[in-house]
């Protein structure tokens, strides 16, 4: 069974720090960019990170940028999402999402683009 699973989430303080993961089964995620999106009730999905496939490539929405850190462990076939100096407005459902090939620069951010979706991990950033 094709799977992704977050993990990871939870309630920071502003300032703080989480990392989250993005564990596969039933595949290899050595050929797939995959990206991180998050949403909030009512709102379209934001495409926030994105790893590309073989060449490790990383893109950052400018929200985040020098925030976060996307990296992958292709042994444990698992991707991460390192988020530091975390803000209110990070709080959201983050979703990795799986696109076979490697992160186009154009469409990343575009979730009509992924073939596998995981079920969602809350980060909540409040004082």
């Known amino acids: 069974q094709v799977q992704l699973v977050e993990s990871g989430g939870g309630l920071v303080q502003p300032g703080g720090s989480l990392r989250l993961s993005c564990a596969a089964s039933?595949?290899?995620?050595?050929?797939?960019?995959i990206t991180w999106f998050r949403q909030l009730p009512g709102k379209e999905r934001e495409g926030v990170s994105s790893?590309?496939?073989?060449?490790?490539?990383?893109y950052y929405a400018d929200s985040v940028k020098g925030r976060f850190t996307g990296s992958r462990d292709n042994a444990k076939n698992t991707v991460y999402l390192e988020m530091n100096s975390l803000k209110p407005e990070d709080t959201a459902v983050y979703y990795c999402?799986?696109?076979?090939?490697?992160?186009?620069?154009?469409?990343?951010?575009?979730?009509?683009?992924?073939?596998?979706w995981g079920q969602g991990t809350q980060v909540t950033v409040s004082s």
């Open positions: 999402a799986a696109h076979w090939g490697v992160t186009v620069v154009a469409k990343w951010r575009d979730p009509n683009n992924y073939d596998y």
């Open positions: 039933g595949f290899s995620l050595d050929y797939y960019a």
């Open positions: 790893i590309s496939s073989t060449d490790g490539l990383t």
